[in-house]
């Protein structure tokens, strides 16, 4: 039998960054996903589909394997397993492929032995893999991973599904520039050692602005929406986290019809989210496509992690 898993990569629509330091952030699960698949095997082995590993690649470090080791040992199995990777998220995209990978790993294994975890415990086994990769991770990404939908998240607390009577669309586009994300946390985290009363002062803006954003979201106001995604693009820029190819993302964005456009995730590269008029929403992708940008929408809520079997 192989268990498979499928969990989403996510979008921050507000306060990233902020959100490690204890500010809230808004963000959705997207329609772009990492898939494991699960089953026993002679000896323990990870493959990552259509993806080169160097020669001298260190497994015994692989956030699969970490994830992999801490969930058997917390369902106290000690079989050897195969697993497969099949990642349809840009590696070093700011769109959270790290969580789902870690979290697809959980699920998928825990499904091959017939136990049904907690959402909690999913989320508590996948961050000792989302450690490995970023240091000091808020927790918000393996968060919409696992949870799906909208929530607003604030660290260590539980996650708060958001619900809309309508059907938002997002516009999101990939620079194609990667970037490491622990190296833009701590870079971020830097200011706060040179100037730290401003910083917390920002913290606290991002708290009451992530706010509005909500609000704006849930009362369909895409004119102050936007304005609050490019107030906070602002103030990432500020920080250095953006990149001349963002933006021009963003500004291309913008010359179509945006409301509001801003880098998701830690920046350096990655990827930027705009919100359009429904009618201008299309060409704006079509633009950004022509332009050499991987570019598609995302209708909200997506699912969350899900899992099934084949014989």
């Avoid at 082995?45 to 058997?72: C, E, G, M, W």
């Avoid at 260590?156 to 946390?185: A, C, H, Q, W």
């Avoid at 945006?258 to 998701?264: E, H, L, N, P, V």
């Amino acid at each position: 039998m192989i268990s498979i898993a499928e969990a989403p990569g996510k979008i921050i629509i507000s306060g990233e960054h902020f959100v490690v330091h204890g500010s809230q952030a808004l963000a959705a699960a997207i329609n772009q996903n990492i898939r494991v698949s699960c089953q026993f095997s002679r000896t323990n082995t990870i493959n990552y589909k259509h993806q080169r590993l160097t020669s001298n690649y260190n497994f015994t470090h692989d956030p699969v394997a970490v994830v992999r080791n801490k969930t058997l040992s917390y369902l106290n199995r000690k079989e050897n397993l195969s697993l497969e990777i099949e990642s349809h998220i840009p590696r070093g995209s700011g769109l959270g492929s790290s969580s789902a990978l870690c979290v697809a790993t959980v699920s998928s294994i825990a499904s091959l032995f017939d136990e049904k975890l907690s959402k909690k415990t999913i989320y508590d086994l996948a961050m000792n893999g989302e450690k490995i990769i970023h240091g000091n991770p808020s927790g918000i990404d393996v968060a919409v991973s696992v949870f799906g939908g909208l929530i607003l998240f604030r660290k260590g607390n539980e996650p708060k599904k958001i619900s809309l009577d309508y059907t938002p669309e997002f516009i999101v586009s990939v620079s194609g520039r990667g970037r490491k994300t622990s190296k833009m946390i701590n870079k971020f985290n830097n200011f706060q050692n040179l100037t730290p009363n401003y910083f917390n002062s920002l913290v606290d803006s991002s708290h009451i602005l992530t706010k509005e954003v909500l609000q704006s979201l849930l009362q369909k106001d895409y004119i102050k929406l936007g304005s609050l995604l490019t107030f906070f693009n602002s103030t990432l820029s500020e920080f250095g986290l953006s990149t001349a190819i963002t933006d021009q993302l963003i500004d291309l964005c913008l010359e179509f019809g945006a409301y509001g456009a801003k880098i998701t995730g830690a920046g350096g590269g990655g990827s930027i989210i705009a919100i359009a008029p429904s009618k201008k929403t299309h060409k704006i992708i079509q633009e950004l496509n022509n332009h050499g940008f991987k570019s598609f929408s995302v209708k909200l809520p997506q699912n969350g992690v899900r899992t099934w079997s084949k014989d």
